[in-house]
Nanobody, 119 residues
Framework: QVQVVESGGGLVQAGGSLRLSCAAS????????MAWYRQAPGKQRELVAT???????NYADSVKGRFTISRDNAKNTVYLQMNSLKPENTAVYSC?????????????WGQGTQVTVSQ
């Protein structure tokens, strides 16, 4: 069995920074694409950033230039560095990972971590 767990959320003032982490554990053979999503209160979940195993990235237009996704394949971990945070970035941030394990592939979701940006 495999799982991913996020950490690093919290309360920060506008203009501040946070770094989220998401680590996969269990019988992980390798991980293909990884991504960060967020869902703000009363809004639909949206894709924030994606990264392939080789390191190719894509970002939502709203976070380009402020957020950076990266990964450490040796640690089965993906990161989201968030700078110049705005109150509208307040949301639950969740990671996903396409994990190869046990002869198959599993698309895993984490439980999410709350990010709150105050004025």
């Amino acid at each position: 069995q495999v799982q991913v767990v996020e950490s690093g959320g919290g309360l920060v003032q506008a203009g501040g920074s946070l770094r989220l982490s998401c680590a996969a554990s269990g019988s992980v053979f390798s991980i293909d694409d990884m991504a960060w999503y967020r869902q703000a209160p009363g809004k639909q979940r949206e894709l924030v950033a994606t990264i392939t195993r080789s390191g190719s990235t894509n970002y939502a237009d709203s976070v380009k230039g402020r957020f950076t996704i990266s990964r450490d394949n040796a640690k089965n971990t993906v990161y989201l560095q968030m700078n110049s945070l705005k109150p509208e970035n307040t949301a639950v941030y969740s990671c996903t990972a396409d994990i190869r394990a046990g002869g198959g592939s599993v698309h895993c979701w984490g439980q999410g971590t709350q990010v709150t940006v105050s004025q």
